[in-house]
């Protein structure tokens, strides 16, 4: 009776969990809800119980009415008391024993009455699980006074709000993410397990009209590296989950079944919906079907085939106002974690883009106008990302001899012109294109692009590192393939960095012939599929590297190199080696230094220096990626003495804080010191922080150079 008033007591917390267990014990819940499914589950426990010959009270036991209070306190302190899928008080659980001691049966199971419901606690329909937010206090505009964590537990299928706890009030983006993996995903558990946990979280600026400061941070363990994992994206999501009071959204847990769910996100509360309809559908259909039913204003966080076949390089996508399911928080396999979770989409629906919370809006539009002021003025935010879009670089760096072609074999391609920025804009602009585009509402710099494919479709945006990993990487001169290769990934799911380093690889191992863009829009196409030969593609550059025998693999913990060799960008080959993502060149971009000459200059094709450098822009990116800043201001921030205060003036005038320079650069290297903290939990040494052997052996044309920073030197990037 006591396990029979207990499964009462849960049932609105994990309906769908007693619907499965309905089924796993026989019994037939064809046509029935969730709800009606769970009632029969428990009417079959009991059953089984006296069947077996459990006791039906406590009185059979030999309880007395006195014992009753001792019991609840030993319960309430009983390790499975933390897990139980709704949270109980001493109350609750003294009303469970007295009921079982007096034999009390169904009639008198434990409900959910108004006066007895939790602060916080789900409210749920025949069908879906609901989670109201009635006790959040709203603005009339319908952003939260106070933030708020959404919880998604796959496990019992609980929604849940919490109050943000005071360690967390000061994070945003990448801060917030990296903190809560660290505090709550054992460093060594699976990556695809249930201890894992993804956590989407807006930047601190988010959701103002503060310029270029919609990105959003995606966290959690990485499948592809076994290390922590941020990773960032554009889009229109983060806006709209800071208009509506949302400091992050947490999704742990693992549902048993193959069934697919979605999550709705509104000012009323949040809803997991069954999803099995959109299983198996591309990123662009899905994100069509989900603006379809919820209106063409809303966003849609959501992972492609690629990600539900728990493949270690998918990626998390979202779209932006056109639409477009593109902007892709893409590195490290966070859209497998996403997969494992069994959630298909997330659809946010927030009419307000720029109405966050402000203390002082009078002095935060000043500091914003400021800011705009600093961007544009900039020759490269004002004017070369407007005008070409990030692809603008490939040409930059193909003349700095630093462009990897034939997988990292030298630093030139003669075909670099016809898959550059310049002619983007040529022929996005013939075909009715656009040459430049705002990845998110309040953007100033526009660096993204929309290129009309000769098949109807459009791909939104080809960025540099995409270009360039589908073209010289491979050397293929064709737009036309650099831009189906793009889209192929944005519809399963994939980054397009490994997913280029991988065809890479596959190239040198003579799988598909390097030039040959056919060769490669086949092989990339076999990932949807889910063909052994996808599956080592989705699996990343360093498992197709083993499975064919390759030993010049460009990666680092796991994770592909980007578009800078680090034989003559060596400030980049630092970054590549010492950051606790793996190889990425957005932690710690000195392609500023090393060839823009922005912030200074340190020469690329030497080891002097790179340390340094490496090691501030990694505390100074850290520190952006908390804003919901897009990095690209870094440009102009390095350049102006005016930028770094600025950003501070914007955020002390939005939370009433007096923060300083110093303060921000305090934050960047607290953020490395949680993440690396993580890293070295997972069994993470100073080995890991090395690049490929073939870096240091073979000389890079046309420098003729290698990486020559000595392993001493890069054990002491983050001494601060």
């Avoid at 007693?18 to 769970?38: K, P, T, Y």
């Avoid at 307000?352 to 009078?362: W, Y």
């Avoid at 092989?523 to 599956?535: F, H, I, Q, W, Y």
Wanted: with cysteine; charged share 25%; proline share 5%.
């Amino acid at each position: 009776m006591n396990g029979f008033l207990c499964n009462r007591f849960n049932l609105i917390a994990c309906t769908g969990r007693f619907s499965d267990i309905a089924v796993a014990m026989g019994e037939n819940i064809e046509g029935l809800s969730f709800r009606a499914a769970a009632d029969v589950a428990i009417d079959a426990i009991k059953v089984l119980s006296a069947d077996v010959g459990i006791p039906s009270g406590l009185k059979e036991l030999g309880v007395k009415e006195r014992d009753l209070h001792v019991m609840a306190q030993n319960a309430m302190k009983d390790a499975c008391s933390f897990t139980n899928p709704r949270t109980a008080t001493l109350e609750d659980v003294m009303d469970i024993y007295r009921k079982a001691l007096n034999n009390e049966g169904e009639a008198a199971a434990f409900s959910s009455t108004p006066s007895q419901k939790q602060e916080g606690e789900n409210n749920f329909t025949e069908n879906n699980y609901k989670c109201t937010n009635d006790n959040r206090s709203k603005k009339a505009k319908g952003a939260s006074e106070v933030p708020k964590i959404l919880r998604v537990n796959m496990t019992a299928k609980e929604l849940k709000w919490e109050d943000v706890p005071e360690k967390y009030l000061a994070l945003g983006g990448r801060a917030l993410t990296s903190q809560m993996v660290l505090d709550e995903v054992p460093a060594t558990c699976e990556a695809l397990g249930g201890f894992n946990k993804l956590v989407i979280a807006p930047g601190l600026l988010s959701g103002t009209n503060a310029p270029s400061s919609g990105r959003l941070s995606v966290g959690g363990k990485s499948p592809l590296t076994g290390g922590i994992k941020e990773a960032n994206a554009g889009g229109i999501t983060s806006q709209k989950l800071a208009n509506l009071g949302i400091k992050a959204m947490v999704l742990e847990g693992l549902p048993a079944g193959n069934d697919w769910y979605m999550i709705k996100i509104n000012s009323e509360g949040a809803e997991l919906i069954p999803a099995n309809d959109l299983a198996g559908k591309g990123t662009y259909e899905t994100t069509a079907i989900c603006r379809q039913r919820y209106g063409e204003k809303v966003a849609v966080i959501t992972i492609g085939p690629a990600g539900e076949m728990l493949m270690a390089s998918a990626g998390v996508t979202n779209n932006d106002s056109d639409g477009n399911s593109s902007r892709y928080a893409g590195r490290g396999g966070l859209g497998a974690v996403m997969g494992s979770k069994k959630i298909k989409a997330i659809v946010v629906d927030c009419p307000k883009t720029f109405d966050a919370p402000v203390k002082d809006p009078e002095r935060f539009k000043a500091a914003a106008k400021k800011f705009s002021k600093i961007l544009l003025d900039h020759p490269v935010c004002g004017q070369g990302l407007p005008s070409y879009g990030t692809n603008v670089l490939m040409n930059i760096i193909n003349e700095a001899g630093a462009l990897p072609t034939r997988n990292f074999s030298r630093g030139r391609f003669d075909g670099a012109n016809d898959v550059s920025g310049e002619k983007l804009a040529e022929v996005a602009k013939e075909r009715g294109g656009k040459a430049t585009h705002a990845c998110h509402p309040g953007c100033i710099m526009r660096c993204s692009n929309v290129y009309p494919m000769p098949d109807g479709k459009v791909c939104a945006p080809i960025e540099y590192e995409t270009a360039w990993c589908f073209g010289p990487n491979l050397e293929i001169n064709d737009l036309d393939v650099v831009a189906k290769l793009n889209y192929i990934c944005n519809d399963v799911g994939l980054d397009t960095i490994e997913a280029g380093c991988t065809l890479g690889v596959l190239a040198e191992a003579g799988v598909i012939p390097f030039g040959d863009g056919e060769a490669a829009i086949k092989a990339l196409e076999e990932v949807e599929k889910g063909t052994s030969l996808g599956r080592i593609i989705g699996s990343g550059s360093t498992v197709a590297g083993k499975a064919f025998g390759v030993t010049r693999i460009p990666a680092v913990k796991g994770q592909g190199i980007p578009a800078y060799d680090p034989r003559s960008c060596k400030g980049n080959g630092v970054t590549y080696a010492t950051t606790p993502m793996g190889a990425d060149h957005t932690a710690g971009y000195a392609v500023t230094a090393n060839i823009l000459k922005v912030g200074g200059h340190v020469d690329p094709t030497k080891s002097e220096g790179q340390v340094e450098l490496s090691r501030n822009l990694q505390v100074a990116t850290a520190a952006v990626d908390a804003t919901g800043l897009c990095l690209f201001v870094a440009f102009a921030v390095l350049d102006n003495p005016e930028g770094v205060p600025t950003i501070v003036e914007m955020i002390n005038a939005q939370y009433g804080t007096e923060l300083t320079p110093d303060d921000v650069v305090a934050l960047g290297q607290q953020i490395l010191k949680v993440e690396r903290e993580f890293n070295k939990k997972a069994g993470f040494t100073k080995a890991d922080d090395r690049l490929p052997e073939f870096f240091t052996t073979e000389e890079f044309e046309p420098h003729n150079t290698k990486f020559d920073i000595k392993d001493e030197e890069l054990d002491e990037v983050f001494n601060f």
